[in-house]
């Protein structure tokens, strides 16, 4: 099962974010930001922003003389075996949580395994809860934004995979059940754009996702608000897209 060549595509945010890292890490005793500008060829302004997003997530650090040296989350995900994993998680949970306070909705990120939606970590709160999941939802991903979002960075092959394994079964009023309608939807959805779901899982709520693929593995974060909230969907979701950056780098380094 292939994942379609655009939706390989790293954000270039997280490329020369790794780019920067990798500066970083060769300069053991430090390196300015005027000796990273050189090195990378990053114009002034975007790096300023990156070494602030680095700086924010602990992945370098800023010594006495102004130079940068590598932080505490490169040295903890630059690490192996069960210490990487518990150091990943936690640091997408962190990240998970940044953006649900910043956004003001759940957050999920999840990923295409094993021909499965699977949502693999979570982050919500008593003001900004949880989708109910009332129907699972490995057999609702034709219902839902996370479903959707994953499914159109699939090849075509591999979404007919998926729904000759699971049906299309209407859930809702709105659920899109003609699959030949839901496959020129996922074919034609732009990369760059959120994949809404508005109360085709679940009556009362709406939903984004936004691609965030690392390795081989679709992937995707998204947000779920009531539907009293569903005039700030779009644009939550736009943030939630200039936000994710940090999230993607945690998966690819």
Same mark, same amino acid.
């Given at each position: 099962?292939?994942?379609?060549?655009?939706?390989?595509?790293?954000?270039?945010?997280?490329?020369?974010?790794?780019?920067?890292?990798?500066?970083?890490?060769?300069?053991?005793?430090?390196?300015?930001?005027?000796?990273?500008?050189?090195?990378?060829?990053?114009?002034?302004?975007?790096?300023?922003? *990156? !070494?602030?997003? /680095?700086?924010?997530? =602990?992945?370098?650090?800023?010594?006495?003389?102004?130079?940068? #040296?590598?932080? @505490? %989350?490169?040295?903890?995900?630059?690490?192996?075996?069960?210490?990487?994993?518990?150091?990943?998680?936690?640091?997408?949970?962190?990240?998970?949580?940044?953006?649900?306070?910043?956004?003001?909705?759940?957050?999920?990120?999840?990923?295409?395994?094993?021909?499965?939606?699977?949502?693999?970590?979570?982050?919500?709160?008593?003001?900004?809860?949880?989708?109910?999941?009332?129907?699972?939802?490995?057999?609702?991903?034709?219902?839902?934004?996370?479903?959707?979002? *994953? !499914?159109?960075? /699939?090849?075509?092959? =591999?979404?007919?995979?998926?729904?000759?394994?699971?049906?299309? #079964?209407?859930? @809702? %009023?709105?659920?899109?059940?003609?699959?030949?309608?839901?496959?020129?939807?996922?074919?034609?959805?732009?990369?760059?754009?959120?994949?809404?779901?508005?109360?085709?899982?679940?009556?009362?709520?709406?939903?984004?996702?936004?691609?965030?693929?690392?390795?081989?593995?679709?992937?995707?974060?998204?947000?779920?608000?009531?539907?009293?909230?569903?005039?700030?969907?779009?644009?939550?979701?736009?943030?939630?897209?200039?936000?994710?950056?940090?999230?993607?780098?945690? !998966?690819?380094?």
């Amino acid at each position: 099962m292939a994942l379609k060549p655009e939706s390989t595509a790293p954000f270039h945010s997280v490329r020369h974010a790794l780019r920067v890292l990798e500066v970083v890490s060769h300069h053991t005793d430090g390196v300015t930001d005027a000796g990273i500008a050189r090195e990378t060829g990053l114009p002034p302004a975007h790096l300023a922003q *990156l !070494l602030r997003m /680095l700086r924010r997530e =602990g992945y370098i650090e800023q010594v006495t003389d102004g130079a940068y #040296v590598a932080g @505490t %989350s490169l040295s903890l995900l630059g690490s192996s075996g069960a210490d990487r994993q518990t150091a990943v998680e936690h640091k997408l949970q962190k990240s998970l949580s940044a953006l649900r306070d910043s956004v003001g909705a759940a957050i999920y990120l999840s990923r295409y395994i094993d021909g499965e939606v699977r949502i693999t970590q979570y982050a919500d709160s008593p003001r900004t809860p949880k989708v109910n999941e009332w129907v699972d939802f490995r057999s609702a991903a034709h219902a839902m934004a996370v479903g959707k979002c *994953l !499914l159109t960075q /699939l090849d075509h092959d =591999g979404r007919r995979d998926h729904f000759s394994r699971h049906k299309t #079964v209407r859930l @809702t %009023s709105r659920t899109t059940t003609n699959e030949k309608v839901l496959f020129r939807k996922l074919e034609s959805q732009p990369a760059t754009v959120p994949v809404l779901d508005i109360q085709e899982y679940a009556v009362g709520t709406v939903c984004a996702a936004v691609p965030i693929t690392a390795g081989r593995a679709a992937g995707c974060l998204a947000l779920s608000l009531p539907l009293e909230h569903a005039h700030r969907l779009r644009q939550a979701a736009y943030t939630l897209n200039r936000e994710a950056a940090p999230v993607l780098l945690s !998966l690819t380094i």
